[in-house]
């Protein structure tokens, strides 16, 4: 593998988390609960990571903003148009797993 100078790295870094990003706005079928049973994270965790990087620049940015990047729109919006009511097993594994999400 070649090196890469910083700032390509941080381009390779930035490139990956939008098609992330993109792949999850485009992916509405697939519910948070079922992200954080199978990979321990989800759209909010994302858009939690976003804002605490933002937050370690020394820019505000308030939870409901960097939803809106994660989701590609107002969270509440998103949760009318996409959210399904959990099934009993989901909810289940999530709280089965919730200490080894934090």
């Not at 100078?5 to 609960?33: C, K, M, P, W, Y």
């Not at 965790?45 to 960097?66: F, P, Q, T, V």
Request: charged share 30%; with cysteine.
């Amino acid at each position: 593998m070649q090196d890469l100078s910083e700032g390509q790295r941080i381009a390779l870094e930035a490139a990956a988390f939008r098609r992330l990003r993109d792949h999850l706005r485009e992916r509405t079928d697939v519910q948070n609960i079922d992200l954080m049973n199978l990979a321990g994270f989800c759209r909010n965790c994302l858009s939690n990571w976003y804002r605490d990087a933002a937050k370690a620049d020394g820019i505000a940015m308030s939870k409901e903003e960097s939803r809106e990047i994660v989701y590609g729109m107002p969270y509440d919006e998103w949760r009318e148009k996409h959210q399904r009511e959990a099934s009993a097993e989901a909810s289940q594994a999530f709280a089965a797993n919730a200490p080894k999400n934090h």
